[in-house]
């Protein structure tokens, strides 16, 4: 934690700062070792004034940090039921993209359109009609919040034909606009607010409201049954939204019976990893044609890298050492602090 500082065990990874300056261009993070603390020490972890440190990005410090000091690797997947699921999940950790996707294809998994709107119309007629078979944790992946505001209008719009929404609609003003809400919708959380237990990536169902006052009511979802009851404040806290669909990215380390996933050309590798591997049962893809015309051109979109990696992998070589980095700060009229 930053500002903290306790006598390491051997072998620990040591964190040092730099503070009150502007991001260097590759100098972001370091895992070079330290000249005093011994090889298994950070260098240096660097970060703009007045922001905190990020979420850590898929793929990077840990590749660096893999690649210098070896890690253990998980190889049996349990979280699919079905062997060819299982197979397929081994494929996408490995970068078997073309065998996973034909696999997906094969097994009827893949819904192919001839646009978006088809595909988006083709995902919501399949969650109405298996939402029918109460009892499953369902959930719907999207890339970009564009879209999860679009799949979950028109899904609550089924819920709301259906009668499963309690009362006329209130209108919540939340920090992705002013959205209606009823009993019986389902919401997750954008934000946290540790004083009344709401963590960012939370989904429940909204058990109460209170149009006068907005105050929300909600029951959390937990593996195996009831979760926790929460309520806040729609004037004091607004990092809510719908919980019908939600970005992939807010997916990770989630697990469910069925997802239904809405393809587009944003895919790439990590993402498409963690969209193909939520469910224990079943995963249906919505594709449009003119995105990806066949299997073998879908797996390539999906197999695409990104370019995010720690800045110690573009370090030049006279950065790595601690002279190069400080003269650098210098030159540029910057300050270094250690704690």
């Given amino acids: 934690m930053a500002g903290e500082r306790s006598k390491p065990r051997r072998h620990a990874f040591r964190a040092w700062?730099?503070?009150?300056?502007?991001?260097?261009?590759?100098?972001?993070?370091?895992?070079?070792?330290?000249?005093?603390?011994?090889?298994?020490?950070?260098?240096?972890?660097?970060?703009?004034?007045?922001?905190?440190?990020?979420?850590i990005e898929r793929g990077g410090l840990f590749t660096e940090l893999k690649a210098r000091h070896g890690a253990a690797e998980i190889v049996e997947v349990t979280r699919q039921r079905l062997d060819w699921q299982r197979q397929a999940a081994?494929?996408?950790?490995?970068?078997?993209?073309?065998e996973a996707v034909v696999a997906f294809d094969r097994n009827g998994a893949i819904t192919w359109t001839a646009d978006q709107d088809e595909a988006r119309a083709a995902l919501v007629a399949a969650w109405k009609q298996d939402a029918e078979q109460p009892g499953r944790a369902r959930f719907v992946f999207a890339y970009t919040n564009k879209d999860v505001d679009g799949l979950n209008a028109e899904l609550r719009a089924v819920c709301r034909e259906r009668g499963e929404l309690t009362g006329a609609d209130t209108v919540l003003e939340t920090r992705h606009g002013p959205l209606p809400f009823a009993v019986g919708d389902r919401v997750q959380l954008t934000d946290t607010l540790k004083a009344a237990?709401?963590?960012?990536?939370?989904?429940?169902?909204?058990?109460?409201?209170?149009?006068?006052?907005?105050?929300?009511?909600?029951?959390l979802d937990a593996a195996g049954g009831r979760g926790r009851e929460v309520s806040w404040s729609a004037?004091?806290?607004?990092?809510?939204?719908?919980?019908?669909?939600?970005?992939?990215?807010?997916?990770?380390?989630?697990?469910?019976?069925?997802?239904?996933?809405?393809?587009?050309?944003?895919?790439?590798?990590?993402?498409?990893?963690?969209?193909?591997?939520?469910?224990?049962?079943?995963?249906?893809?919505?594709?449009?044609?003119?995105?990806?015309?066949?299997?073998?051109q879908l797996a390539r979109q999906m197999g695409r890298g990104e370019v995010k990696a720690a800045s110690v992998a573009w370090a030049t070589p006279d950065e790595i050492t601690a002279g190069g980095l400080v003269s650098r700060v210098a030159a540029l009229g910057l300050h270094c602090v250690q704690f």
Avoid at 20 to 49: D, H, I, K, Q, W
Avoid at 199 to 213: C, E, F, K, P, Q
Wanted: glycine fraction near 10%; charged fraction near 20%; hydrophobic fraction near 35%.
């Fill in 90 to 98: 081994r494929d996408l950790a490995e970068g078997r993209f073309t």
């Fill in 235 to 296: 004037g004091e806290f607004q990092g809510f939204r719908h919980g019908y669909a939600g970005t992939i990215y807010k997916g990770q380390g989630k697990t469910l019976d069925h997802t239904y996933l809405y393809h587009t050309h944003h895919w790439r590798s990590a993402a498409s990893y963690v969209a193909l591997t939520r469910q224990r049962e079943s995963a249906k893809v919505f594709v449009a044609r003119d995105t990806a015309r066949d299997a073998v």
């Fill in 197 to 219: 237990r709401l963590y960012n990536g939370n989904v429940g169902t909204i058990t109460g409201l209170d149009a006068a006052t907005g105050q929300v009511r909600a029951v």
């Fill in 17 to 55: 700062a730099v503070a009150g300056y502007e991001p260097l261009p590759s100098t972001a993070a370091r895992v070079a070792p330290s000249e005093t603390e011994g090889p298994r020490s950070f260098r240096r972890l660097c970060r703009p004034p007045g922001q905190p440190f990020a979420s």
